[in-house]
């Protein structure tokens, strides 16, 4: 039987239990991880399925609501055994009192769910790197050899241990951070997520330096078969200068024969996709996973 727990009644030793007998990326679902990006997120547990399922809920103009919390790429179900028809029951368990359900879900099929889901395919890119980094860069792009050849020429230069406020600065400092719209809560998840994620020895940030000045930066963490590309950027001027090639390279350098895959966590934008199939990503299938229940509000 699925049940529906507050914050309070999770027994968050025993959570991380089944997560490690999960398969997958489940980093994001982890209870440390979720405290920092969604202080006083819920749950549904099915003790009986061995089976759990993340509520990341807010507030606003006082009616509560699920919304995927800012960078966590998805979250969903999570089981020793997932299936289709599971995922679709503890989507008809979510609390009535939820009037509006706005999140992405690490299962790429689901089935029951009810007629009032709305379910969008969003692709994420995975890259091998159970095998020599030799093997791995003989699957880049021609276009994406040639760009981190003119990088090294440029004179750019890694600094593998960027500080963590002088990445969060270098972020929130960035030309695109406008553009990108983070609102003060989506912000301050972003800061508690890097600082938790190097803090705990899972994370590190990373640099592309030009002189002695950053010109692009990435968090990376690392769990279970994976390393995740949490959030990263490269300044407009870098660009030409292919700074955000070198730093993915170079990361993929350190870790190749190491884990499994480096997850580039994104993107269905089609030109981002683009630059991470140069690299020799594979694409992999998440769902978009919409519910309203009218009303939601004024």
């Known amino acids: 039987m699925i049940r529906h727990l507050r914050h309070g ?9 089944l997560l490690d007998r999960c398969a997958g990326p489940v980093w994001y679902a982890r209870s440390a991880v979720l405290d920092a990006a969604c202080p006083g997120w819920e749950a549904l547990w099915d003790a009986e399925r061995d089976a759990l399922m993340p509520l990341t809920q807010h507030r606003r103009w006082g009616i509560p609501y699920l919304y995927q919390p800012f960078p966590l790429q998805q979250l969903g179900v999570f089981a020793s ?90 972020i929130t400092g960035a030309p695109q951070w ?40 990435g968090c990376f963490v690392e769990h279970g078969d994976r390393i995740i590309f949490l959030k990263g950027l490269s300044l407009p001027e870098a660009r030409s200068l292919n700074a955000m090639h070198l730093l993915i390279d170079r990361v993929l350098g350190s870790r190749a024969g190491q884990v499994r895959w480096m997850d580039l966590a994104g993107s269905s ?3 981002l996709a ?23 509000g004024p």
């Open 81 to 170: 055994g997932p299936d289709a028809r599971s995922t679709g029951a503890f989507l008809r368990a979510v609390p009535a009192r939820f009037r509006l359900v706005d999140i992405y879900l690490n299962n790429a099929v689901v089935e029951g769910a009810g007629a009032r889901w709305r379910f969008t395919e969003r692709q994420d890119q995975l890259v091998r790197l159970d095998r020599p980094i030799g093997t791995v860069r003989r699957g880049y792009s021609e276009n994406h050899r040639r760009s981190i050849r003119k990088a090294e020429r440029s004179g750019l230069e890694l600094d593998p241990a960027m500080g963590v406020e002088d990445f969060l600065a270098f």
């Open 9 to 17: 009644e999770i027994d968050k030793r025993a959570w991380d239990a």
């Open 178 to 217: 406008a553009a990108w719209r983070v609102g003060d809560r989506q912000l301050a998840s972003l800061q508690r997520l890097v600082r938790l994620a190097v803090g705990r020895g899972e994370g590190r940030c990373v640099a592309v330096m030009h002189g002695q000045r950053p010109v692009a930066a």
């Open 274 to 296: 683009r630059f991470y199939a140069g690299f020799g990503a594979e694409a992999t299938l998440y769902l978009h996973a919409l519910l309203r229940r009218f009303p939601v």
């Open 269 to 271: 934008d089609p030109a």
